[in-house]
């Protein structure tokens, strides 16, 4: 069966994962890592992408963010993607593909699903069995939402804003959300959702985006869909 073109769509939350090949390292030191958080400001910046949360594991990373225009999301990944391959391949001698195939994305309704996508990903070193605590893995976006320190590459989303009226309780409120974890149900939802492309929501955002495109979103009933104003990307 052929693949389904990725959806993309301005102003949504969009999380998603990208693999090293055949389970392989993608950043063998922090040094890797400091460069891969370097070109995710900067192309965030560039193709206007806001990032919300992140978490970088040895073989593959997570992100969170809405773009503001809908052809952000590719051409943030391509430029990221193309230019840490050059220096990884670079710095460690090696050459051919780092990435095992295409990212995985999926569309995300906020209200709905934000705030347990970045519990979630908060939570993937702890899930491997790489640390006991979400904050004892420096290379996420927990402790900058946990008020433990800033990060620049962060722009947080109104419904963090919403968590508290003063920092002190947005952070206390997110660490105690962090702290109460998900239930497996949630997160069997969240991670097959990001590897199939399938949008997270309730049954009438889902069927307002399908509207949007003529890409499925859902697995679901056969059925036409509406005329496409969204994007799609085969890349």
């Keep these: 069966m052929a693949r389904l073109p990725r959806l993309t769509l301005a ?34 910046r560039r193709f206007e992408v806001d990032v919300h949360a992140y978490v970088l594991m040895p073989n593959h990373f997570h992100l969170l963010l809405t773009p503001r225009t809908v052809q952000g999301v590719p051409h943030f990944m391509q430029a990221v993607g193309r230019s840490y391959v050059r220096y990884f391949n670079n710095r460690h001698g090696r050459t051919g593909t780092l990435w095992e195939g295409r990212y995985r994305c999926t569309v995300l309704q906020a209200e709905q699903w934000l705030m347990a996508t970045m519990v979630s990903m908060d939570l993937n070193p702890v899930r ?33 804003w919403a968590l508290g009226n003063t920092p ?22 969240i991670s097959h959702a ?31 869909p509406a005329a496409r104003t969204a994007s799609v990307h085969k890349d």
């Design 11 to 44: 102003n949504l939350p969009h999380h998603i994962i990208q693999r090293g090949n055949n389970g392989g390292e993608i950043f063998v030191d922090a040094q890797d890592r400091l460069v891969m958080l370097d070109l995710l400001r900067e192309m965030a």
């Design 168 to 189: 002190f309780a947005r952070d206390a409120a997110y660490v105690r959300a962090v702290e109460a974890g998900l239930d497996p149900d949630t997160q069997e939802q």
């Design 194 to 224: 990001a590897l199939r492309g399938w949008a997270l929501g309730e049954p009438d955002f889902i069927e307002n985006l399908q509207q949007k495109t003529e890409r499925r979103v859902k697995r679901q009933k056969a059925g036409r």
């Design 128 to 160: 491997d069995g790489l640390v006991q605590r979400a904050v004892d893995w420096p290379w996420s976006s927990y402790a900058h939402n946990a008020g433990l320190q800033s990060d620049a590459l962060i722009s947080p989303h109104a419904l963090f």
